[in-house]
């Protein structure tokens, strides 16, 4: 995966901002590209620390009881970590996870929308919304940020989706 153009930022990015297109793999072995999603509804890219933690675990569990109500609402609901595809394909089979899991084992996502957590080496946790815009390009709708003992709640960002 060619990632390496994306340029790392100190803070989250802001609301209003282009997201940066990548394309990174999931848990099947796939290629998954930001640019292909965006032009079908509005991505929300969840970025967590670790497979198989405790607060990741049920944050992913929430994004996947809550599946039927973001694809209700045409967006796509991936996970992010550092994690590679062969973990989140275990950890995803253990927990029946619905969502799309990408790996970021290079760190050039999670550094370019600003979630990197330096002092483990992994993503930090937050979420970002991304919605098409008239140009083509994602665009940033919403960010949300978080501690990392702090699991998501859906229902801010489902009412953040068009």
């Known amino acids: 995966m060619a990632n390496e153009h994306l340029k790392p930022r100190d803070n989250p990015i802001p609301v209003g ?40 675990s049920a944050e992913m569990k929430c994004v996947t009881d809550e599946f039927e109500q973001w694809k209700a609402k045409g967006a796509t609901v991936v996970g992010i970590s550092c994690d590679s595809f062969f973990t989140h394909d275990a950890w995803a089979n253990s927990l029946g996870l619905k969502q799309t899991l990408l790996a970021d084992m290079h760190r050039h996502v999670c550094k370019a929308y600003g979630f990197y957590w330096p002092d483990l080496n992994v993503a930090s946790r937050g979420t970002v919304v991304i919605g098409h815009d008239p140009s083509g390009r994602g665009k940033v709708k919403r960010v949300q940020t978080r501690e990392i003992k702090t699991a998501l709640t859906p229902d801010d960002l489902l009412a953040a989706l068009s």
């Open 17 to 56: 901002e282009h997201a940066p297109d990548f394309t990174l793999t999931d848990q099947n072995r796939q290629e998954w590209r930001l640019a292909d999603h965006v032009k079908k509804g509005d991505v929300v890219l969840c970025f967590y620390p670790l497979d198989f933690s405790p607060v990741c």
